[in-house]
């Protein structure tokens, strides 16, 4: 599989098939365009050259899980590496860069020295919200004392960047026995505080750790209080809801609202379901590489096509 | 079957009857009285056995199987771990009766109990 683009110019997108096949494997980053208000998902290399000079364009990585060094991928940081020299060979300068949490594996300060030294490379402002794997120091302070300047309670914030309104959630802390991912009553005062005053037609960005949409609950794939935060969104004309922490691609569009969630830069993880658990999957060590690779989805916004292309480590 | 095979096999079943019956007896004897230690395993997301029923003054020990970290948190803040990783293990001892309900903070899907029954006095 190289350079795989997946059915761009059919009516009927990728077979069922191809879309599942490619739903499992880690890959190296999504590339996001935002062109008349609404994001668009590109391919990594190759359709950046489409997206051209207008509109903002940026990145989106996910579960770079720095420490594991199981069998699924005994080395990550390399994986890590190999998106990173990926992303900058990008024809086109992406604007920033999303990390939608798991930077590290065990919050270790030494994994999250790696992360920072590699994830710089890209030479990118990267805006962090943080995976589970992120805040279990005994004292939940490494995170925050990082990537935390400028935000609120356990690390969420917003900002903006050519018109569109991005927003950083954190479902990941406080959790509760027999829950699924939570936002919590005061972030969800804040998020409300923060849309406040703003108009419809502003394109709204929300990233997180968890899909803020119920994904499979039995492997706690959701977050019990999204609903809540997506009402608060429901005026918006354009709302893009991007999450990682389930190591493949899945998409839904609900109305206005489109969610996605990336693949990591570790390891993949088994489609809902398919497995008796949601832990790393280990496939053929020659095979990894050249399955680690941002997979091609395709799928419909309004009128307008969403694609990611396929993009391998190796191969 | 040969004589000498015979005899092996009778003497056999004697003796396997035999441990039976005094494995049976030990465990009458000895069951209450000790709070023998008891192990829960953490693999594939799952706290196995998801209830244990142990007596007071017995020390449970987590033994984390699985390739992602978890932690062991009572859910009515009597005892919580640290992250364990791939191996590591987190021990407590419960000497109050009652049952625990605990859950991973990481994975909160995960959830679990430990019962722990009085000791009666007589077997003390």
């Given at each position: 599989m190289s350079s795989d683009h997946h059915d761009?110019?059919?009516?009927?997108?990728?077979?069922r098939r191809r879309v599942l096949e490619c739903m499992t494997w880690a890959g190296t980053g999504v590339l996001w365009t935002v062109a008349g208000g609404v994001p668009r998902s590109l391919g990594i290399v190759n359709e950046a050259m489409a997206a051209g000079a207008g509109g903002l364009t940026f990145l989106q990585i996910s579960?770079?899980?720095?420490g594991f060094d199981k069998?699924?991928?005994?080395n990550t940081k390399g994986t890590l590496e190999e998106a990173m020299a990926k992303i900058k060979t990008l024809p086109v300068k992406p604007s920033f860069m999303i990390h939608t949490g798991?930077?590290?594996?065990?919050?270790k300060p030494a994994e999250f020295d790696d992360a920072d030294k590699i994830i710089s490379q890209a030479k990118l402002d990267v805006h962090y919200v943080p995976g589970e794997?992120?805040?279990?120091?005994?004292?939940?302070k490494l995170y925050r004392e990082r990537?935390?300047?400028?935000?609120?309670?356990?690390g969420w914030y917003a900002f903006d960047a050519d018109g569109v309104h991005f927003i950083g959630l954190v479902n990941v802390a406080n959790l509760k026995a027999g829950g699924l991912g939570s936002l919590g009553a005061e972030q969800l005062a804040w998020l409300e505080d923060d849309l406040?005053?703003?108009?419809?037609s502003t394109p709204i960005v929300v990233f997180a750790h968890?899909?803020?949409?119920?994904?499979y609950p039995e492997w706690g794939?959701?977050?019990?209080?999204s609903g809540r935060a997506l009402e608060l969104l429901k005026g918006f004309g354009s709302v893009t809801v991007l999450n990682g922490h389930i190591h493949q691609v899945m998409q839904k569009v609900e109305g206005n609202v489109a969610f996605h969630t990336a693949r990591s830069t570790a390891f993949p993880q088994p489609a809902p379901?398919?497995?008796?658990?949601?832990g790393p999957m280990k496939v053929a060590d020659d095979k990894l590489r050249g399955l680690l690779g941002v997979a091609s989805v395709t799928f419909r916004q309004g009128e307008q096509r969403l694609a990611i292309v396929d993009q391998p480590l190796q191969g | 079957m040969t004589r000498i095979k015979k005899i092996v096999h009778a003497v056999l079943s004697v003796a396997s009857r035999g441990a039976v019956l005094m494995t049976a007896l030990l465990f009458f004897l000895a069951g209450p009285a000790l709070a023998a230690d008891a192990e829960v395993k953490i693999d594939n997301f799952t706290f196995n056995p998801p209830r244990l029923v142990v007596k007071a003054g017995t020390t449970v020990t987590w033994d984390n199987d699985d390739d992602i970290p978890h932690t062991v948190v009572a859910t009515g803040k009597a005892f919580r771990s640290k992250t364990?990783?791939?191996e590591d293990k987190f021990s407590f001892t419960f000497t109050t009766p009652g049952t625990y309900e605990y859950f991973c903070?990481?994975?909160?899907?995960?959830t679990a109990s430990i019962v722990v029954e009085a000791v009666t006095g007589a077997t003390q």
């Open positions: 761009h110019n059919g009516n009927d997108g990728p077979s579960d770079s899980h720095m069998p699924a991928n005994p798991d930077i590290t594996h065990l919050s794997h992120d805040i279990i120091d005994e004292e939940q990537y935390g300047r400028g935000t609120r309670g356990t406040k005053g703003k108009s419809a968890i899909p803020l949409w119920t994904v794939w959701g977050t019990e209080d379901g398919s497995a008796p658990s949601p | 364990l990783d791939t903070s990481l994975h909160p899907h995960m």
